[in-house]
């Protein structure tokens, strides 16, 4: 690689960088709303194999545990993000959407042999995918 | 005997083809593209292929590994430049692998990763130090075959084959994110370091020209071929179970959830089994991988049939290669990123690898009857081409889709 693509590629690198410090934008928002849709959704997936007592409860605690940690991530940097006006109201509602699908992942890492608790929560998620999706098209 | 011992040879060669950067982008791409990077899986495992059949007949008939090659054919500071990259790109695939281990470890035991990351190199250290070569790329090799449970799970649960098909077919797309894709799994497929594995496993095993040819082309062939089966398994069963819920997989258990919907405890077992070993066995191989690139680049005693008084410095550098692997993963960084950052550098590294190949293969100074043919001529060359423009997209594609991220 030449200095100058070298040079090029580290000015871009900065660039992209410094961008993570602008106000939060549509399409980052997005982006949490996807992420958010995808944890819920694989939650849903997972509970449903508790449902159907066809998993190890090993498995189930470690992956909904690290389902539930990631979207207690995406709660808190939706909370701490500089938010513009226009968008309030939807990230206020994706926090809250965030922690409760993040409540429902840790029943679910908690009782991972639980049939019953399992379809409550896989029915609980399925609402949960359904009101982020909701937000996601109102934007 | 002879059929048995080839047909050994195949099976540990298609366990062994899969690693955590296959599992990774597989299955990411499937569950954001469908069947549609198929075609990204069959380029590169052609590539991997052509290649691993140059360097296994390279190794074979001049008795010299791949990177004995590179630093006589580039010259030192070509050479010197390819070793740090590819020293660099190995660790890091090492460090993805063993972390892989403690992950599947965590989701079989439910213990701390933490806890399991030294667990993961003691086992790897022990391993490496007692088993001879031949016996660890069996073990590895054959357990990582449980993996056949993706293609069992991408079958049954009824994929639609027109789609498959037509995934199959190289075509474009509007989106960044599906030529990062598409780069990753070639990559994946590519890795430098299976060719310099690959090369010096023929030395190892004491290969000869005379009998042993055939085995190579069989090896490569099939025992790659095959394996890339194993890697569109991976990418039907996530097009099948997370496309059409628009699920991101971002870590290893998702992708062990493919098969537990599809085939319930007993496929998310198999799965759990068969990434254990396929990323356990990369681990070894990445390992091995670096000794071998610094021990012949530098004209050291290498090899593991000598033994560690035999060979004292390959000995120290595999040694220092796993504690440098442990420190990264030490660090608490994520494997799966560290995997995705590994396999897009590794492409930048790969015609430094892949040049020096096919310019010793196809010289009948060195090779006399045994040069390349006019296939291997031609997709070798043709290889070379698309890896550089592989190599030239890798980096801007990981900067303008964030690591794949698609932000």
């Known amino acids: 690689m030449g200095a100058r693509a070298a040079i090029g590629l580290v000015l871009l690198s900065l660039c992209l960088g410094l961008g993570g410090c602008d106000p939060f934008n549509r399409d980052e928002f997005k982006h949490e709303l996807d992420t958010l849709h995808s944890v819920s959704a694989e939650g849903g997936l997972l509970a449903g194999q508790v449902v159907k007592q066809d998993t190890r409860t090993a498995f189930v605690r470690v992956q909904a545990g690290h389902l539930a940690s990631t979207a207690d991530a995406r709660a808190e940097k939706l909370t701490d993000a500089d938010v513009p006006a226009d968008l309030r109201p939807q990230v206020e509602r994706t926090i809250s959407l965030a922690e409760e699908i993040s409540s429902q992942l840790q029943d679910l890492e908690f009782s991972p042999g639980d049939a019953s608790k399992a379809s409550q929560v896989q029915n609980k998620l399925r609402g949960l995918t359904g009101a982020i999706d909701r937000v996601e098209a109102s934007l | ?407």
């Open chain 2, 1 to 407: 005997m002879k059929f048995l011992q080839i047909a050994l040879g195949i099976l540990a060669a298609i366990g062994g083809f899969v690693d955590i950067g296959d599992l990774v982008f597989a299955t990411q791409a499937g569950s954001a593209f469908g069947y549609q990077l198929i075609w990204a899986i069959i380029l590169g495992v052609i590539g991997i292929a052509t290649y691993a059949e140059m360097s296994g007949r390279v190794a074979t008939v001049t008795g010299r590994p791949v990177f004995s090659v590179v630093r006589q054919r580039m010259g030192f500071s070509l050479a010197l430049l390819t070793l740090v990259a590819s020293l660099f790109v190995n660790l890091l695939t090492l460090a993805a692998e063993t972390g892989g281990i403690a992950i599947v470890l965590n989701l079989f035991f439910d213990v701390s990763y933490q806890a399991l990351v030294p667990v993961a190199f003691v086992v790897l250290a022990v391993v490496i130090w007692t088993l001879p070569f031949e016996r660890i790329e069996r073990i590895f090799g054959y357990l990582g075959l449980a993996l056949v449970v993706f293609l069992v799970a991408a079958v049954k649960l009824h994929p639609n084959w027109h789609s498959v098909a037509s995934g199959a077919i190289p075509h474009g797309h509007s989106s960044a994110l599906y030529y990062y894709f598409a780069v990753g799994l070639m990559a994946s497929a590519l890795m430098p370091y299976e060719v310099y594995f690959y090369s010096s496993g023929a030395i190892e095993e004491r290969w000869k020209p005379s009998k042993d040819l055939g085995l190579n082309r069989v090896n490569a062939v099939l025992g790659f071929g095959l394996g890339g089966i194993l890697a569109i398994a991976l990418v039907m069963t996530a097009a099948q179970v997370f496309h059409p819920l628009q699920i991101q997989p971002d870590s290893l258990g998702t992708a062990a959830l493919g098969p537990n919907v599809a085939l319930g405890q007993t496929g998310l077992l198999l799965a759990m089994v068969g990434m254990l070993f396929a990323v356990g066995g990369a681990a070894i191989d990445t390992c091995f991988a670096g000794a071998y690139t610094v021990a012949q680049f530098c004209g050291w005693e290498w090899g593991k049939y000598r033994e560690a008084r035999g060979a004292p410095r390959f000995t120290l550098a595999w040694i220092a290669m796993l504690a440098a692997g442990f420190v990264i993963v030490a660090t608490g960084i994520d494997p799966v990123m560290i995997t995705e950052y590994a396999v897009v550098f590794s492409v930048v590294a790969l015609p430094f690898t892949y040049v020096p190949v096919l310019l010793i293969a196809r010289d009948k100074t060195f090779m006399g009857q045994y040069a390349n043919g006019r296939l291997s001529s031609v997709l070798g060359w043709a290889y070379l081409i698309v890896i550089a423009v592989v190599a030239i997209a890798a980096v801007p594609l990981l900067i303008v889709t964030n690591a794949g991220s698609g932000l």
